[in-house]
C-alpha cells in the first residue's frame, strides 16, 4: 500500500453504554497516537489521544456533554507520532469548523504550530486524510472554498506562532492581574501590515468567552501544549473570567460586517459585541464592558467632518452623553476608554489613511504609554505573504528615494508590468486556478459610476489600447461578492482582507520627481475628498506632504494583500522605471515578464478575452 494511504478511518458507535467502544480490539486504539472526530446530526468535536478507547469512556461519563453526538471516527496511521496527531487536530478543526456543516464543540486553547521531522510528508498525507472526508459527507465544501473562505481565514482555532502566543499571554496575564486588583490595564499589540493583529484578537476573545463552556472532563494536556495558562473548570480563574461583558470594536465597515457574521456562528464568540464606534458610543453608553479590543485602531476617528451630517451630530451626541460637554479634542479612542474597565488596542502606525484617523502623534502618544506601562507586545513575524520582511522596506525605499538594499523574494510572485491588460490576463488565471485574485488601484480615479452605472470609472491607455473597468459596486464583503472579479477595489474595500493574487493599479496621484529623487503627490489626481480635506474643527490644515504619507500608506497596503504574489502596473511611467531599476537588486522577482502564452495570444484569435478594449467588467472567466 502506497505510504500516503496506510491510514485508516475506522468508525464506531459512541452511545452512553460504551458497550460499542469496549468491545474494540484493535490494538492501535488502545495504545497508540490517534485523531479522533466525535459527531451528531449538528455537532463535531475533534481531539487528538494515546489512549483512544480511554478517552472515549471519559467522554462518556459525562453524558451531558456528548448527549448530541453518537459516532466516533478514529483515524489511525502506523506514521502517527505525538507531533503528527496534535498537527492534524489543529488543521481539522480550522476545516471543519469553516466548512460549516457542523458546529464546532472544540476549545481553542491548544497551540501546535512547531516544526517537527518530515512536516511536509505528513502535510500531504493529511491532505488526503481531508479529500476522505469530503468523500465520506463529513466535510460538504469544496477544500479550496474552504480555504479561501473569511471564516477560514478569520478562525478563532488558528495555530498561533510564537510571537502571537507571547501576545496572547501577555494580554491575558495584564487582564487577569487588572480583574484581580479591580485595576484598568490599557494593552497596545503593534504590528505591521500581516502581522496576524486580528488572529490575536479573535484567538483571544474565543479563549475568554469559551471558558464558561469548559467542564471536568476538557483534555488537560501538558502545559507546553497550551498557548494560555490554564484556566480550569471550577478554578479561581474560572469564576474570574467566565462571565466577562466582552466587545470588538472595528472602525471599517466591510471587515466588521465579515467579523460579526462568523461570531454569529461560533459557540461563544455569539455573545461578543462586534461594534462600529459610533454604535458603542451611541447605543452602549449607560454601562461598561469588561474588555473591549479595537482592531485596527489607528483608523478610529478625530473629531473632524465625518461621512454625513447624521454622524457629525451623533460625534457631538455622543461626547456629551460621555463627557458632559462637545470638546472637539475627543477622539473615538476616548469613547473606548470611557465604556471599557479594560482595552485592548491593535494597531500599525503606518496604516492610518485620511486626516481624520488618529495621527501620528496620536499614535505615538499611545505606544509610549504602554511601553512605560510594560502593556505593550510588537508582533514582527509576517503571516499572510510568502514573502520576507524586507519586501515592505524595498517598497518604501523605492517610493521614497531610498537607497536599495539587496531582497531575496524566495518563492513570492512579485512582477512589474508594462500594460494594465497584461496583469488582467494573469489575475484572471490566478482567480481560475486558485480564487481570490483580484484587481484593486489607489484613489486616483474619479467614482463616476457612482451616478452613472454605465460609465467607466478606471480608464488607462497602455500599449494595447483603452483599458476600462469600475469601482466596486459594494462596500460590504465586497471581495467575495460575485462581480468583484470584473471590478477595482479600493482601500475601503480591501484593509484588513487577504487575497491569492493581488493586482495593483498606481495610479496618477503619485509621480516620480527626478529633482527632488522620490514620489510627489498630485494632489488633484488624488480623488478621495474625505482622504484630503482639512479639518476646521481642529483648525488643522494638510499639506500636499502630509497627504503623500496617506496616500503612500494607502499603497503599501494594498501591496500587502497578496498571500502568493503581487502584481503592479504604474501609470507614471518614471515611476515604473523606478522600481524595474530597483528590481535588478531583487532575487526571485520578475523584471521584463511577459507570459510565453501570453505572446502567443497577442497574435492570435483565440485570445480568450477577444481584444484589450473589452471592458474589465465584461470579460466572463
Not at 493583529?197 to 501544549?225: N, Q
Not at 485602531?297 to 463627557?323: E, T
Not at 518614471?574 to 524595474?580: A, I, V
Request: charge should be neutral; include cysteine; proline fraction near 3%.
Amino acid at each position: 500500500m502506497n505510504a500516503m494511504n496506510d491510514y485508516e478511518i475506522i468508525p464506531c458507535a459512541f452511545d452512553n453504554t460504551a458497550t460499542a467502544v469496549r468491545g474494540l480490539v484493535d490494538e492501535r486504539l488502545s495504545n497508540w497516537p490517534i485523531v479522533y472526530l466525535l459527531t451528531g446530526r449538528k455537532h463535531l468535536y475533534v481531539g487528538e489521544t494515546l489512549k483512544f478507547q480511554s478517552r472515549m469512556l471519559q467522554h462518556l461519563s459525562n453524558p451531558e456533554k456528548v448527549s448530541n453526538l453518537d459516532t466516533a471516527h478514529a483515524i489511525v496511521d502506523k506514521t502517527f507520532n505525538k507531533s503528527a496527531t496534535l498537527h492534524l487536530e489543529s488543521k481539522l478543526i480550522n476545516i471543519l469548523y469553516a466548512d460549516g456543516k457542523y458546529e464546532i464543540l472544540n476549545r481553542n486553547n491548544g497551540v501546535f504550530d512547531s516544526n517537527y521531522y518530515q512536516r511536509e510528508f505528513y502535510e500531504d498525507k493529511f491532505n488526503e486524510i481531508v479529500f476522505h472526508l469530503k468523500q465520506t459527507g463529513i466535510i460538504d465544501k469544496p477544500l479550496r472554498e474552504i480555504l479561501n473562505s473569511d471564516i477560514y481565514k478569520y478562525s478563532p482555532f488558528k495555530s498561533l506562532n510564537d510571537d502571537q502566543v507571547l501576545a496572547v499571554n501577555k494580554m491575558f496575564t495584564s487582564l487577569k492581574s487588572s480583574m484581580t486588583s479591580s485595576g484598568n490595564t490599557r494593552f497596545v499589540v503593534e504590528g505591521a501590515a500581516g502581522t496576524g493583529k486580528t488572529i490575536v484578537a479573535i484567538y483571544f476573545l474565543k479563549y475568554l468567552s469559551s471558558i464558561k463552556f469548559s467542564s471536568p472532563d476538557d483534555d488537560i494536556k501538558s502545559k507546553d501544549d497550551f498557548v494560555l495558562p490554564l484556566c480550569e473548570y471550577g478554578s479561581r480563574d474560572y469564576y474570574l473570567l467566565k462571565d466577562l461583558k466582552l466587545a470588538l470594536v472595528i472602525p471599517q465597515e466591510s471587515l466588521r460586517k465579515s467579523i460579526a457574521n462568523i461570531f454569529r456562528k461560533t459557540q461563544g464568540l455569539s455573545s461578543v459585541k462586534v461594534l462600529d464606534p459610533f454604535e458603542l458610543g451611541n447605543k452602549h453608553a449607560e454601562s461598561k464592558f469588561d474588555l473591549i479590543i479595537v482592531d485596527e485602531a489607528h483608523r478610529l476617528s478625530v473629531r473632524a467632518n465625518q461621512n454625513s451630517s447624521m454622524r457629525n451630530k451623533l460625534y457631538k451626541d455622543i461626547n456629551i452623553k460621555l463627557f458632559g460637554n462637545d470638546d472637539p479634542s475627543y477622539t473615538q479612542l476616548d469613547w473606548v476608554y470611557r465604556l471599557s474597565n479594560n482595552s485592548i488596542l491593535l494597531l500599525d502606525s503606518h496604516q492610518n489613511i485620511r486626516p481624520m484617523d488618529l495621527d501620528d502623534a496620536q499614535i505615538e502618544n499611545i505606544l509610549e504609554q504602554s511601553k512605560a506601562k510594560k502593556s505593550h507586545h510588537l508582533l514582527r513575524s509576517q503571516m499572510r505573504m510568502h514573502a520576507p520582511n524586507e519586501y515592505f522596506d524595498f517598497l518604501d525605499n523605492v517610493f521614497k528615494g531610498r537607497e536599495i538594499k539587496p531582497v531575496d523574494l524566495d518563492d513570492y510572485d512579485f512582477r512589474i508590468f508594462e500594460s494594465v491588460s497584461e496583469m488582467q490576463y494573469e489575475i484572471l488565471k490566478h482567480e481560475r486556478r486558485f480564487g481570490l485574485s483580484r484587481m484593486a488601484a489607489g484613489f486616483a480615479f474619479p467614482w463616476r459610476s457612482k451616478n452613472n452605472k454605465d460609465a467607466y470609472d478606471i480608464c488607462i491607455n497602455d500599449s494595447h489600447g483603452l483599458w476600462e473597468a469600475k469601482w466596486n459596486s459594494v462596500t460590504k464583503d465586497w471581495v467575495n461578492t460575485p462581480s468583484s472579479v470584473h471590478e477595482v477595489g479600493s482601500i475601503y474595500t480591501l484593509q484588513g482582507y487577504d487575497l491569492n493574487y493581488a493586482g495593483i493599479i498606481i495610479g496618477n496621484d503619485i509621480v516620480w520627481d527626478a529633482e527632488v529623487g522620490r514620489v510627489v503627490l498630485k494632489r488633484e489626481n488624488y480623488y478621495d475628498k474625505k482622504g484630503k480635506e482639512n479639518n476646521p474643527q481642529l483648525n488643522k490644515i494638510f499639506s500636499d506632504e502630509d497627504i503623500l504619507n496617506y496616500v503612500l500608506n494607502i499603497y503599501k497596503v494594498l501591496l500587502s494583500r497578496g498571500i502568493r504574489g503581487t502584481y503592479v502596473y504604474i501609470v507614471d511611467v518614471d515611476l515604473r522605471n523606478q522600481f524595474r531599476e530597483a528590481l535588478k537588486t531583487v532575487s526571485g522577482a520578475n523584471v521584463d515578464f511577459v507570459p510565453a502564452k501570453y505572446k502567443v495570444f497577442l497574435d492570435s484569435s483565440k485570445f480568450p478575452f477577444k481584444d484589450f478594449s473589452t471592458p474589465f467588467s465584461h470579460i466572463q472567466i
